[in-house]
Antibody, heavy 120, light 108 residues
Framework: QVQLVESGGGVVQPGGSLRLSCAAS????????IHWVRQAPGKGLEWVAF????????YYADSVKGRFTISRDNSKNTLYLQMNSLRTEDTAVYYC?????????????WGQGILVTVSS | ESVLTQSPGTLSLSPGERATLSCRAS???????LAWYQQKPGQAPRLLIY???SRATGIPDRFSGSGSGTDFTLTISRLEPEDFAVYYC?????????FGGGTKVEIK
């Protein structure tokens, strides 16, 4: 069964930075695109970013463009999300989510999520 | 960017009843690339439907999806106790994905 395990969450002050990681296993990581999706406390799902399997394309939601950077290391089966200039409204559970294809498709597997809290 | 509007916000039904959830897009969803997810408290979402009407692996046949263009529907034919949850639609027809705001199906 596909496994996606997020790490790197925690509490950070507004304006600060944090890097999330997602360790993937039990599938051929380099063949699939991966999304980051977040969920603020008590709110709905918000798509954040996507990276294609071969890193040729990256896409971002307007709410994070210019502040967040998605990347991956296919040799380590790991996905990253570098989050800079964090705001209180970035507080959420962040999910690593596998696309069904190399491109930005639907999510067929989700990680368990990691909490990021932006607070002074 | 396609905005997805789900209705109703909350659906109060009894076990055994039929649930009909709506998802309307602000622009036509390319190739009917529309998915539905179920989320229970404290859990990650789970894929139910993709391509508007294809059930994901292991999803019971009481769940069905229909629709095209801008109007999509998720139907649960007979609600089981484990089906009470929040349901989200998502479009993946463009490179910027979007989710609907969700419909909560609660026990009446």
């Amino acid at each position: 069964q596909v496994q996606l395990v997020e790490s790197g969450g925690g509490v950070v002050q507004p304006g600060g930075s944090l890097r999330l990681s997602c360790a993937a296993s039990r599938f051929t990581f380099s063949n699939y695109g991966i999304h980051w999706v977040r969920q603020a406390p008590g709110k709905g799902l918000e798509w954040v970013a996507f990276i294609r399997s071969d890193e040729r394309n990256k896409y971002y939601a307007d709410s994070v463009k210019g502040r967040f950077t998605i990347s991956r290391d296919n040799s380590k089966n790991t996905l990253y999300l570098q989050m800079n200039s964090l705001r209180t409204e970035d507080t959420a559970v962040y999910y690593c989510a596998k696309s069904d294809s190399a491109g930005p498709g639907y999510v067929d597997y989700w990680g368990q999520g990691i909490l990021v809290t932006v607070s002074s | 960017e396609s905005v997805l509007t789900q209705s109703p916000g909350t659906l109060s039904l009894s076990p055994g009843e039929r649930a009909t959830l709506s998802c309307r897009a602000s622009q036509s969803v390319s190739s009917n690339y529309l998915a539905w997810y179920q989320q229970k408290p404290g859990q990650a979402p789970r894929l139910l439907i993709y391509g508007a009407s294809s059930r994901a692996t292991g999803i019971p046949d009481r769940f069905s999806g229909s629709g095209s263009g801008t109007d999509f529907t998720l139907t649960i034919s007979r609600l089981e106790p484990e089906d009470f949850a929040v349901y989200y639609c998502q479009q993946y027809g463009s490179s910027l994905l979007t989710f609907g705001g969700g419909t909560k199906v609660e026990i009446k």
